[in-house]
């Protein structure tokens, strides 16, 4: 395990500190527990939104508390749901009188701690609403099971209901404009290499050099199947044609696009896939109003990437394209 | 056969040490069909337990049980963190104000404790989960007291019908926690939960063993 | 050789092309060669600032070509200098008659090619001067040798040239301010893994699981020297120590600081690099007055990463403070 | 001897099939000392002059050469582009109008295009570099003439001469070009831009040695 750290067990607790000191501008960290707020929070008038995870996602989610996205980051442990008592203090940091809007991906252990947060933060009488992401196509959706993932469509979430609630909106508007957000959102990720829990030493999977794994998700688990590598044309048709069927996006329609990078996949080949991913799209006559390639949600060191497709309206245009300031994703408007 | 606030607060280091042990064997499975911190995350929770361990010493059972479980809650993360947590919580409710433990008391605690986990996560028996282990675990609890046979007998039963339930989770699919992803790609695999589900009953049951002698 | 691409060959083709797709608003390809252009250039009354240099550095150099920051940016073979008529393509397109900044890398290829270029520009009647930016404190400097390299402080030069540009300024100026960014500006890195040039297929060199590479550059060329693995704290250190010496950085000065990524080292490890440079700095009463984590200047898919420092004074403060947008830097003032 | 137009023609697609056939070795050299890519240069690089052969038949010597060097300087790129570049380019320049070369012009191409090189890039013999091939390959080019042994004679102690050079370039540390940033790393390791300007005299050999036959 080849990794820029000092210890294995202080990983988060270093990050966080390295992060802090590289934008001291834009947040300041709760008291005692692994929280990053804005540093002006909380924003008086403003509803606050809170998300958060494991570690190992970087930037997600620290990196998106600033203007016109979140105000409240919980960091859990490495891919470990933050705990309830981290998500109340967020909670209690960020409520500006108008309630907080808990943006949550779909894992048992963060619905759980969530929740019990959600729980505690009511019984002080502060009005909390809920939204939970699922774009993750690749595992079959049912109510029987835990449902689908969430994954790096998450992002577009925090853009459109930061900027909602930039605008002033009340808490359930900017929870109907989370949820229409979600409605209309699909996402798929594969891999070339496992990833690395720092803890753990081992990657939790192994690939021989021709492998890739299909329909993987952000935390180093397998994805849904292995399949011998091909070339990104391929590998993008295969995502795109489960994305595409899914909601199903269809002729005419308008969206907003994001590569996501997992960990090591170089930028030069994210804009390969963008590449296909657009040729694919023409030719279903699908039209990408807006487009973001980079690392938006990651998974350690992991080489692989997801695409994210988000069906836009023009309420969802005029939000996407509103500007947001903070460390990991700035946008003038 | 009674337990003492002493013996629960030994059985509690005995759990420490046990997951402590078996933290790298937890990870592994979870490493398989999850995310690979399952015994980390355990052990990060009752390595915390142990630390507070000084303050609960002049507690009752009822508050020493809520106090480990909201340790775990605060210190785990995770799926097995909010569970955990309930499960000890809820097992505190049951007997709080109390200094000992009779049979009825354990058996009303575990099962508490069980509900908790069901209604917390919303899983049931066969979903490849922890309450693969507890479940039948808990059904054999009772019906061998029933029978008359002692805690002791009891707890031993228990623990075996708990390892059953852990080989079990091998054969079947999960459909909650991220081993569900997997679909049937998570069947071969064994449950980190239930594995810890049943390293914590065989621990009791070895407690209770070594007491009796 | 796990890649997401087609073909090894076409990888600078098709990323040029994906990178299109993804920032229409922002930039257009100049006809027939491998150039990046500003969509509005030449901006008229604005000194141009033309960049570039081998592929596989994404997001440099497109990625900073847009308001605040360069004009044109000239995309050569992966690890290989743009060629002649490419640059001088890129001269003629953005020269808005305050003539053309040229910042050069100081590699023989760049450099050589882009005087020749510079040569073709002049006879045409364009004004055209350059830059030539050598911050890698791994090399000796030597009046004998071709000297040091140009690595990812670069950016800061294209930062503060580009706001002297955008601030109308004559080109003797936009050269002088490049220049004293140049002369305060120190850098190094190392590298826990190698890269793969697509089209060689394997890497340039191997290291055993327990090994690291000192003072490498951004090309995937082996580094000074060899060590065995030790921690962030120690490896920031020896880093430090170097670049701090060189310039020297002293008690009391003011920095901006740049801890870039060379491919697959993820975001945490960096903030946990920032965390030990800030650290050695607050050790060395030296203020960090700006700071810049993330992918900057790539090396493909390496491991690893690199410091860059520069001492600030007030005319540089306000510069690099200015607004920039461009797809891969942008910055709020 | 004499070598016409065709000869130039026939000596400029051997170099491109030299080049083809060690595109990956020369790439290895490369990867030792340097960024891995020198063969891939100089085989796009020729590559692209082979396809815009058609283009130059009707010319005149000097202007194949020029544009063969024109065509380098736009598609090699790197430090090896502009050096072969303008060493064709410098060569053409020479030669200009001509339909036949004779030993003289070919003495005045060759030190026009090493000294091209040396402008270009202002290193001279040892620092570890093409010239370290070129540079002991003229002197003997010029000396074996001189002494009246013949063209195909002296094209063959040339590249004798070129390869000694080669080899010499592993003894010595590189001041100029990428492998300059190793210092005394590089020694061991034998400069690939020397020894593509070997093989490029090699061909040129084993073409006169042919037509001489
Ligand atoms: N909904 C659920 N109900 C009961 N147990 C669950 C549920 N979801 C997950 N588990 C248990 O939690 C274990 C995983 O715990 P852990 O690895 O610590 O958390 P995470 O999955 O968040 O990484 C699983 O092996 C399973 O036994
Ligand atoms: N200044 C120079 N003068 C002469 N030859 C040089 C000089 N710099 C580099 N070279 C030659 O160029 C070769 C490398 O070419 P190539 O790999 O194609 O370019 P790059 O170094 O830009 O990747 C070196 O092996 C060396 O022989
Ligand atoms: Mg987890
Ligand atoms: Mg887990
Ligand atoms: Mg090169
Ligand atoms: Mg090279």
Same mark, same amino acid.
Not at chain 1, 56 to 60: F, I, K, N, R
């Given at each position: 395990m080849k990794k820029l750290i000092n210890n294995p067990d202080e990983v988060v607790k270093e990050m966080i500190s390295g992060f802090l000191y590289a934008y001291p501008s834009y947040l300041r960290k709760l008291d005692n527990v692994d929280v990053v707020v804005r540093?002006?929070?909380?924003?008086?008038g403003k509803v606050g939104l809170v998300s958060g995870g494991g570690s190992?996602? $970087?930037?997600?989610h620290a990196g998106y508390v600033g203007k016109g996205m979140l105000d409240a980051a919980c960091l859990g442990a490495v891919f470990t749901s933050p705990t309830p008592d981290q998500i109340y203090e967020a909670i209690r940091a960020v409520d500006g009188g108008k309630g907080v809007l808990l943006i949550i991906k779909n894992y048992t252990g963060d619905v759980m701690n969530f929740e019990m947060a959600k729980e505690m933060a009511e019984m002080d009488g502060i009005k909390v609403l809920e939204v939970i992401v699922d774009?993750?196509?690749a595992v079959e959706n049912s109510t029987?099971?835990?449902g689908r993932r969430g994954i790096a469509g998450t992002i577009f979430v925090h853009k459109i209901a930061g900027a909602k609630a930039e605008e002033g909106a009340e808490l359930e508007e900017v929870k109907e404009v989370a949820e229409k957000v979600i409605k209309n959102l699909r996402s798929m990720g594969m891999a070339f290499t496992p990833c690395i829990v720092p803890a753990a030493g081992k990657p939790s999977f192994t690939l021989d050099e021709d492998e890739i794994e299909i329909g993987?998700?952000?935390?180093g688990e397998p994805g849904t199947h292995r399949e011998k590598i091909k070339g990104a044309k391929e590998i993008v048709a295969e995502l795109m044609d489960k994305i595409i069927i899914d909601l199903p996006f269809r002729d005419g329609d308008e969206v907003a696009l994001m590569i996501n990078g997992?960990?090591?996949?170089?930028l030069s080949e994210l804009f390969i896939a963008n590449k296909e991913v657009n040729e694919y799209l023409l030719g279903k006559n699908i039209n990408v109003y807006k487009t973001y390639v980079g690392?938006?949600?990651?998974?350690? $060191?992991?080489?692989g990437f997801s695409i994210s497709l988000l069906k836009l309206d023009e309420e969802l245009k005029s939000l996407l394209d509103a500007s947001a300031d903070t460390p990991a994703f700035k946008q003038f408007k | 056969m009674i337990l003492t606030t002493n013996d629960v607060l030994n059985i509690i280091s005995n759990i420490s040490e046990v997951i402590e042990t078996n933290r790298q064997y937890l990870t592994d499975l979870d490493a398989a069909?999850?995310? *690979?911190?399952h015994g980390i995350n355990l052990d990060r929770g009752f390595k915390a337990v142990k630390e507070k361990m000084p303050q609960f010493l002049d507690k009752d059972i009822g508050a020493i049980l809520k106090n480990v479980g909201m340790v775990l809650v605060s210190t785990?993360?995770? *799926?097995?963190g909010p569970l955990y947590g309930t499960f000890f919580m809820r097992m505190g409710n049951v007997v709080s104000g109390k200094n000992t433990l009779d049979e009825n008391d354990i058996v009303a605690m575990f099962e508490a404790g069980l509900s908790g986990i069901k209604e917390r996560g919303k899983a049931q028996a066969g979903?490849?989960?922890m309450i693969d282990a507890m479940e039948p675990a808990l059904n054999e609890l009772k019906s061998t007291l029933s029978e008359g046979r002692g805690l002791k007998e009891a707890i031993e039963a228990a623990a075996n019908d708990a390892y059953n339930g852990v080989l079990m989770t091998k054969d079947i699919a999960a459909k909650?926690?991220? *081993?569900?992803?997997?679909g049937e790609r998570s069947i071969g695999h064994q449950d980190p939960g239930a594995t810890s589900a049943y390293l914590m009953i065989k621990t009791v049951a070895d407690y209770v063993d070594k007491l009796q002698q």
């Open positions: 540093k002006t929070s909380p924003v008086d190992g996602h $970087e930037p997600a774009d993750d196509v029987y099971t835990q993987i998700g952000i935390h997992l960990g090591s996949t170089p690392e938006y949600m990651t998974s350690l $060191e992991m080489s | 069909i999850g995310d *690979a911190d785990v993360g995770g *799926a097995s979903d490849k989960t909650k926690g991220r *081993a569900s992803y997997l």
